[in-house]
């Protein structure tokens, strides 16, 4: 697959998850226009809702699918672990977090986290946990686990963890495709052991 059409797939995927959001802000902006002075408060509150909802996409796919720039950058965990949650958890889908909220990880490695907990969500069909694992004091020593009632992986996700790209890739599984080459990027790689209730993504130095 071509650099350009993995870039594609994922313009087309943040378009679709901003497209809920955004479009409860127009929906919920018309409400108000439509409504007497001073009468408006739950049509605010939704467009408020739905704005918050849509600055937290932007921030985890910005982290997750854009670029690293220096290498050398850090970030909280508690930052991390907010992004996350705010976009990764619902009410079918709880978070368990491990790493210390006051430490710092790589942006690289945080890259890496994001891609692997939103891989790691995608397979929690009937939904479940989420938990986010460290492993040694190394950023990229750190563990990713979904456990639930289904766990849905198909044989093309599969080749697609496996760095094989050249079966047709939607742009809703596009963090399948980057798993590889940002954990390569990374000087890392990822490990895969999946269940019929249990999904484990594993990520070590090399």
Same mark, same amino acid.
Request: aromatic share 2%; net charge negative.
């Given at each position: 697959?071509?650099?350009?059409?993995?870039?594609?797939?994922?313009?087309? &995927?943040?378009?679709?998850?901003?497209?809920?959001?955004?479009?409860?802000?127009?929906?919920?902006?018309?409400?108000?226009?439509?409504?007497? $002075?001073?009468?408006?408060?739950?049509?605010?509150?939704?467009?408020?809702?739905?704005?918050?909802?849509?600055?937290?996409?932007?921030?985890?796919?910005?982290?997750?699918?854009?670029?690293?720039?220096?290498?050398?950058?850090?970030?909280?965990? &508690?930052?991390?672990?907010?992004?996350?949650?705010?976009?990764?958890?619902?009410?079918?889908?709880?978070?368990?977090?491990? $790493?210390?909220?006051?430490?710092?990880?790589?942006?690289?490695?945080?890259?890496?986290?994001?891609?692997?907990?939103?891989?790691?969500?995608?397979?929690?069909?009937?939904?479940?946990?989420?938990?986010?694992?460290?492993?040694?004091?190394? !950023?990229?020593?750190?563990?990713?686990?979904?456990?639930? $009632?289904?766990?849905?992986?198909?044989?093309?996700?599969? &080749?697609?963890?496996?760095?094989?790209?050249?079966?047709?890739?939607?742009? &809703?599984?596009?963090?399948?495709?980057?798993?590889?080459?940002?954990?390569?990027?990374?000087?890392?790689?990822?490990?895969? !052991?999946?269940?019929?209730?249990?999904?484990?993504?594993?990520?070590?130095?090399?």
């Amino acid at each position: 697959m071509k650099d350009l059409d993995l870039t594609g797939l994922v313009s087309a &995927r943040i378009c679709h998850d901003l497209a809920s959001p955004i479009g409860a802000l127009v929906n919920g902006a018309d409400l108000i226009s439509e409504l007497e $002075p001073g009468t408006a408060a739950d049509e605010l509150a939704l467009v408020a809702q739905s704005a918050r909802r849509a600055a937290a996409i932007l921030k985890f796919h910005r982290l997750a699918f854009g670029s690293t720039g220096d290498a050398e950058a850090r970030m909280s965990h &508690r930052e991390l672990h907010s992004r996350v949650e705010q976009v990764l958890t619902s009410p079918r889908v709880s978070l368990e977090w491990e $790493p210390a909220e006051n430490g710092e990880i790589s942006v690289p490695a945080a890259r890496l986290a994001a891609l692997m907990l939103l891989t790691a969500r995608a397979a929690l069909g009937r939904g479940g946990v989420l938990a986010m694992i460290p492993g040694s004091k190394r !950023d990229l020593s750190m563990v990713v686990r979904a456990t639930g $009632p289904q766990i849905r992986l198909t044989n093309e996700q599969r &080749r697609y963890l496996a760095g094989d790209l050249d079966a047709d890739l939607p742009s &809703r599984q596009v963090e399948f495709a980057l798993m590889v080459p940002v954990a390569r990027h990374a000087g890392a790689q990822v490990r895969l !052991d999946v269940s019929e209730t249990a999904l484990t993504l594993e990520a070590a130095p090399v």
